[in-house]
């Protein structure tokens, strides 16, 4: 039975917790400090992966890095030429559209398409 009462304060401390007081008196609950920890540390990451990209940028060419440091510097300097290789994809494809006959990537500007010679009208309604 005394065990079963410790045990009961125990959880109504813990329900106790659910509402927390700042110096100030002002109520807080656990759901807002929750929060309010939730954006301080995603604050602190946004400042963390900051002051990792200025050092990636001033240390990227530097002979004399730690070996656990350089591995991931090649593991961003990589992940870079993937991203600039699909960023020119992307801007490749921006620039071309499909042929409607033979289904070839020409000019967006093309009137006539260089591998069938099918004439290419501008259709200025939005149908996809
Ligand atoms: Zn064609």
């Given at each position: 039975m005394e065990k079963k009462f410790f045990d009961n304060a125990f959880d109504k401390a813990k329900n106790a917790f659910e509402i927390a007081y700042k110096k100030t008196g002002e109520i807080v609950s656990l759901e807002k400090l929750r929060f309010n920890l939730s954006s301080l540390k995603t604050n602190r990451n946004k400042l963390y992966a900051a002051l990792g990209k200025e050092y990636y940028f001033r240390f990227?060419?530097?002979?004399?890095?730690p070996d656990n440091e350089k591995n991931i510097f090649d593991r961003i300097s990589e992940l870079n030429e993937k991203i600039e290789e699909i960023t020119n994809e992307i801007n490749y494809a921006k620039s071309k559209r499909i042929c409607p006959k033979c289904g070839a990537a020409i000019?967006?500007?093309?009137?006539?398409?260089?591998?069938?010679g099918e004439r290419i009208t501008f259709d200025f309604d939005d149908e996809e």
């Open positions: 990227k060419n530097s002979e004399s890095l000019d967006e500007r093309s009137i006539f398409c260089n591998y069938c």
